[in-house]
């Protein structure tokens, strides 16, 4: 038995912060500067009331009107996400209602970050194989944005809020093939929310600013960049590698690089790094930021309809996240 | 990579700071355009250059462009 993506698409809230905002907001930044080093011309940013789970849905939605998949055919439901409705209960449940899918469905949500659609895939295709489930509907939803502390420059400008919608199923569009999953706890204080969960519970309420004015809190998100930075670069080559051995194909062999996209600094390094021609590296980032979970499904289906990602050819697709945890597939398309 | 190209590197990373501001005594963390973004470029710079691994802790630690030559050469 084989596993494969039947059809994919995505949401964004309809709010959105640009560049000029930003600027004006960070008199340090410019908007062409902003747009230079990282790439990103705006990205989108969720109303008070609205979550991640609202986008995942949105997704779905679009994705079972657009394909005529029949929503009553989800006997799996997996929901990647690091900004859940509630504590409890999980949000997949919620979601199961609102969708009005079947009964017979397992739901369980995901807790990881930028590797969290690689991982997930992973999820959906091991249960396809096993047999337990014939079609899954893959979620992810992020919205780091609530996260943040309002003077957050570097994480205000990276980040912006997102969601897509994967149906796995037993036939479909493309083959899932092998992958290579890692973990190092190690790195867990690196990229990190530290209150709100059962280890502190209260808000820290200990407000800093680093030496660039960023400010530091255990009640917002907080990324070293240095730290995730290195560790970005540090292990890129061998899990590449790692993951192109595992499928029996060597570099050549890939058409089309599809990776996590933090931003086009950091997207630029690693391309130069693993010497990938630019035309054969997708870069899609411009009009959302880093959706953190999201990006690599929404670089997928901008590919697809921009026609660069055809039938017949080799995707590679990477994503190293917070935790450290991280991932690499290849999909046959 | 020697002192002068490590220097001649650093200042291409710049993009608004004049390449002769550059030498080896220049206290990199006083200049306008020193910030988040371009400490990670020298961070990137020190992977890629000399293979070595530098954290924002020491980028903190020392002042000149050639103290932090000398602590990439140190890892």
């Given amino acids: 038995m084989k596993a494969y993506i039947k059809a994919i698409n995505y949401a964004l809230p309809e709010g959105v912060l640009t560049n000029e905002e930003v600027a004006a907001m960070f008199p340090e930044w410019t908007v062409e500067k902003i747009e230079k080093k990282l790439g990103i011309k705006q990205r989108h940013i969720t109303a008070e009331n609205e979550t991640a789970s609202d986008l995942a849905i949105q997704a779905a939605e679009e994705l079972f009107e657009t394909t005529g998949i029949d929503k009553e055919e989800i006997d799996y439901l997996i929901f990647v996400t690091q900004s859940p409705d509630y504590h409890l209960p999980t949000t997949a449940c919620v979601i199961q209602k609102r969708m009005g899918l079947s009964h017979n469905l397992t739901s369980i949500d995901v807790n990881l970050g930028c590797n969290g659609f690689v991982v997930g895939l992973s999820l959906a295709k091991a249960v396809i194989m096993a047999g337990q489930a ?156 880093n959706t953190v979970s999201s990006t690599i499904p929404i670089a997928l289906c901008e590919a697809l309809r921009q026609g660069k990602l055809t039938k017949g050819m080799k995707v590679l697709s990477i994503a190293q996240g917070l935790g450290y945890t991280w991932g690499g597939m290849v999909l046959y398309f | 990579m020697t002192l002068e190209e490590f220097v001649t590197a650093f200042a291409d990373e710049f993009d608004e700071t004049p390449a002769e501001s550059f030498a080896p005594a220049t206290v990199y963390k006083d200049l306008d355009e020193w910030g988040s973004l371009t400490a990670l470029s020298i961070i990137a710079l020190a992977m890629e250059g000399f293979g070595k691994k530098i954290t924002g802790a020491d980028l903190r630690s020392v002042d000149t462009i050639e103290d932090l030559y000398n602590l990439i050469q140190t890892k």
């Fill in chain 1, 134 to 289: 014939k079609n899954v509907l893959l979620l992810t939803g992020e919205t780091y944005s609530k996260y943040m502390h309002e003077r957050d420059k570097s994480n205000r400008t990276i980040f912006g809020d997102g969601a897509s919608a994967t149906v796995v199923s037993t036939e479909g569009m493309a083959e899932i093939g092998d992958f290579v999953v890692g973990t190092d706890g190690e790195g867990a204080e690196n990229l990190i929310v530290k209150t709100g969960g059962a280890r502190h519970l209260k808000p820290a309420n200990d407000l800093e600013f680093d030496d660039f004015g960023n400010p530091r809190s255990s009640d917002n998100l907080y990324m070293d960049g240095p730290a995730i930075l290195n560790y970005s670069l540090e292990f890129l080559t061998k899990l590449v590698n790692d993951v192109l051995a595992k499928n029996n194909l060597t570099m050549d062999d890939i058409d089309l690089h599809v990776y996590h996209q933090a931003n086009i600094f950091l997207a630029n390094l690693e391309r130069k790094t693993l010497r990938i021609p630019p035309e054969k590296y997708w870069v899609c980032i411009e009009n959302t930021g």
